[in-house]
């Protein structure tokens, strides 16, 4: 019995520190990024289900889907614009912390550093 109690405890307390360790993404970002001709602007608006995470993100290219995950605090999300020459795959890798994300875009032809924070 008490062997029973002991790993239900044990498991309990995994599960609280699992959860614990996985920052929310959910809400409206204000996203600035360094692009190769200057500060670009952009918001997103995710939402989280477990470490699965979709939304929105809107900049100069218009509005398109995202989706992608959240593992602790490392955020992985893709989606595609429309570019010059025809569609163009996005990844975001960004750390979160708290109301704060910060991380790199892979635009395929080159990277920007990017900061966000989450409207309050």
Not at 16 to 33: F, K
Not at 65 to 78: D, F, H
């Amino acid at each position: 019995m008490f062997r029973a109690v002991s790993l239900a405890v044990v498991f309990a307390f995994g599960l609280g520190v699992v959860s614990y360790a996985q920052e929310s993404v959910a809400g409206a970002w204000d996203l600035s990024i360094n692009g190769p001709q200057g500060p670009i602007s952009a918001a997103a608006t995710l939402k989280q289900d477990g470490d699965a995470v979709t939304g929105t993100i809107d900049s100069p290219q218009g509005t398109v889907p995202v989706k992608g995950t959240v593992k602790g605090k490392t955020l992985a999300i893709s989606f595609s614009i429309d570019g010059p020459q025809g569609p163009l795959e996005v990844k975001v890798n960004g750390e979160v912390e708290g109301d704060a994300m910060k991380g790199v875009i892979d635009f395929g032809m080159g990277t920007a550093d990017f900061t966000a924070a989450k409207k309050k």
